[in-house]
């Protein structure tokens, strides 16, 4: 899938979890509190792995940005060092330790630029979710009635998202297994993923429970 | 192992983390299988996705991991770094000089990256030839191992003087607890 079409699904993932956020708004009772509070901090969680999921900076890109800030920082170190008149051999273990000092605060650098990236490439303002208007509360009367429905339309087109960003020829377990384990976009869908599974989960039990007290 | 593990009998941070890899190894496989409908289940991960998480919490109460991780490849990539870079400068004239010892640091770092980027596809074109076997997940061999393993864990954490070790085994308890119902034909 090319990379716009991923950054739109995932904007278009977000709103439907922020709706979903939006269903669970509300006072419940006790009992559900702690149930619809973790669901609550589960989608939180997920909204940011997803944003997570645009990729940041890829492994070569960064390379592109360390080498030159590597070579001037070695370059005026040995220069710097030799002008004091520092023997070779110490002239090289100061390069070296400058060297690894400096790629210490790029890698902190790269870190930060590339949280910048992402939500840059997701703050274009997502679409109104299509299908059916706004999500509808399902707390009345401090009871949840079902599970919101935004949720569990957010999961699949996630999915969907991640394997469109695998051509159908690998769709295979052994490779998605791999990628979810390692890939950077497919492991912060994979992350997001278990949140909504877990979130869908929990909410499904306790209406489970609440059917069972009357 | 030897030096760097945890002495033998105790739950320490390095087997928790272990532990808590082969979990996530079984949540990774479960999911995948979810997302190609192989074995379509998106409970059963979920809920071992929770034990991972309470076993990492437990792992953490024991120590922070090592910033120093990444594996053989990571381990690769800094030896050639250091191999490359030695080489160039034992071939010029004048090691010390800005310009050779700077172009010799970066070749190094680039030696480093293609180990990297070449790991990472062999590793790649390894997971498209592997044949899918049988889910972990439907293993109860898998399932008694692991629960063995993490209550353990949970014994030895709860006989540690250490009162925040102590705090650990609690968050043991609940991740057998999850792992018991996570894996397939469990149920609370």
């Known amino acids: 899938m090319v990379r716009r079409a991923l950054h739109a699904e995932l904007n278009a993932v977000r709103t439907l979890v922020a709706d979903a956020l939006t269903a669970l708004d509300g006072k419940v009772d006790e009992p559900l509190l702690v149930v619809v509070d973790g669901a609550r901090d589960r989608l939180r969680e997920a909204d940011r792995h ?31 060092s030799r002008a004091i008149g520092l023997p070779a051999a110490w002239v090289i273990v ?20 590339g949280a910048r990236v992402n939500s840059r490439r997701l703050a274009r303002a997502p679409g109104p979710a299509p299908g059916p208007g706004r999500a509808r509360s399902v707390i009345d009367d401090g009871r949840l009635t079902a599970v919101p429905e935004p949720l569990s339309r957010a999961r699949v087109r996630l999915v969907s998202a991640a394997l469109r960003q695998v051509s159908p020829g690998d769709w295979r377990s052994p490779y998605l297994r ?31 429970e609440e059917s069972r007290w009357d | 192992v030897g030096l760097i593990d945890d002495g033998p009998g105790r739950a320490g941070p390095r087997s928790l983390r272990r532990l808590a890899d082969r979990l996530f190894r079984v949540v990774v496989d479960a999911q995948a299988r979810d997302w190609t409908a192989e074995r379509p289940d998106p409970v059963g991960f979920a809920l071992l996705g929770r034990a991972t998480v309470e076993v990492r919490r437990a792992a953490g109460r024991y120590g922070r991991a090592s910033p120093l991780r990444g594996g053989r490849a990571v381990l690769l990539a ?13 071939l010029v004239d004048d090691p010390a000089a800005p310009l050779p010892l700077a172009a010799a640091i970066v070749c190094g770092m680039l030696g480093g990256q293609v180990v ?26 898998v399932r008694g191992e692991l629960i063995r393993r993490i209550e353990a864990a949970a014994a030895a954490a ?13 968050d043991l308890e609940r991740a057998a607890g999850w792992v018991a119902a996570g894996f397939a034909g469990g149920g609370p």
Do not use: K, M, N
């Open chain 2, 78 to 90: 800094a030896v050639t770094w250091i191999a490359v870079t030695a080489s160039i400068l034992l």
């Open chain 1, 94 to 113: 100061t390069v070296v330790v400058a060297t690894l000092l400096v790629l210490v605060a790029l890698v902190a650098l790269t870190g930060r630029i």
């Open chain 1, 50 to 80: 997803l944003v997570a999921a645009a990729g940041g900076i890829s492994p070569w890109a960064a390379f592109c940005l360390y080498a030159p800030a590597v070579f001037a920082a070695a370059a005026a170190t040995a220069a710097g």
């Open chain 2, 116 to 141: 990297i980027s070449a790991d990472a596809g062999l590793s790649r074109a390894r997971a498209l030839r592997e044949a899918a076997g049988p889910a972990p997940i439907d293993d109860p061999a």
């Open chain 1, 178 to 208: 791999h990628l979810a384990a390692g890939d950077r976009v497919i492991r912060q869908i994979s992350i997001a993923d278990v949140l909504l599974c877990q979130a869908l989960d929990t909410l499904d039990a306790a209406l489970d």
């Open chain 2, 158 to 170: 709860r006989a540690d003087p250490d009162e925040r070790h102590r705090l650990a085994a609690e």
